[in-house]
């Protein structure tokens, strides 16, 4: 905002710098100690969706309006925005240490969302707060720079969360549909709905109902095989069923 050129450089070494150390720690980490199974979490980090922007830009504002208030340590500022920029970093370092380039590159975009969005919450409350050089010429120019980077932080903002939408939108789809899997796996069914399961073929899923019983009648089976008109990305519909049996002991 202030068209401070040496603080700008500095700034983004320090991004840079900072950045790069954390995925070369966690690469190496995740290199030599190979993770079998990736968690909810990390895998939560390279599926970004709007939320996360609301989340990022809520940490820039808290931190942005933290720098500017000297009433709010700087510890504060510092967790805010860590909280946001770590963890996509130290997922790519992951993705990139077991060569899974699809973990590390959803990463990637989760960071660049949160970068941009913090970028633009420090601009606003920034400008909004009035932090500008005294003499009046540098205020203008503060002004326009301001509304400059504002406008290109939406723009930039807006391209990426354009895509994460649509994402975030098929995703609710989807989990509606596998709602509706259990919902009527359970009606025809029963309580012998042991476990439904979704697994990954190539970009679709095949879904296994399994069912503790021996047997089912023709149209139970004909109406679960509808499962798969639920959503396009369902793949195959197969259900297992697994026999039960139960022993009476007397005295």
Not at 45 to 62: C, E, H, W
Request: with cysteine.
């Amino acid at each position: 905002m202030w068209g401070d050129t040496q603080l700008i450089k500095t700034s983004f070494g320090s991004i840079i710098k900072g950045s790069v150390l954390a995925v070369l720690i966690s690469g190496i980490l995740a290199f030599f100690v190979p993770i079998a199974e990736y968690t909810s979490e990390i895998l939560a980090r390279t599926k970004p969706n709007l939320f996360d922007i609301v989340v990022a830009i809520s940490s820039g504002l808290v931190g942005a309006y933290g720098n500017a208030n000297k009433k709010i340590s700087n510890t504060l500022v510092g967790i805010a925005i860590a909280v946001a920029l770590m963890p996509p970093l130290c997922t790519i370092g992951i993705g990139v240490g077991n060569f899974d380039w699809h973990i590390a590159r959803g990463a990637l975009i989760l960071f660049s969302i949160n970068l941009i969005s913090i970028s633009l919450a420090g601009a606003i409350i920034f400008w909004i707060m009035k932090i500008h050089p005294k003499s009046r010429e540098e205020k203008e120019n503060v002004t326009r720079r301001a509304l400059s980077q504002i406008i290109i932080s939406v723009i930039l903002l807006t391209i990426i969360a354009i895509p994460v939408g649509i994402y975030t939108y098929r995703t609710f789809l989807l989990e509606h549909a596998k709602k509706k899997v259990w919902e009527t796996a359970k009606k025809y069914f029963g309580t012998n709905v042991f476990a439904v399961q979704f697994d990954e073929n190539q970009g679709k899923l095949d879904v296994t109902v399994i069912v503790l019983s021996q047997h089912a009648d023709e149209e139970s089976l004909k109406q679960v095989q509808n499962i798969k008109s639920l959503h396009p990305d369902f793949s195959t519909v197969n259900i297992k069923f697994i026999q039960t049996v139960s022993s009476n002991t007397t005295d």
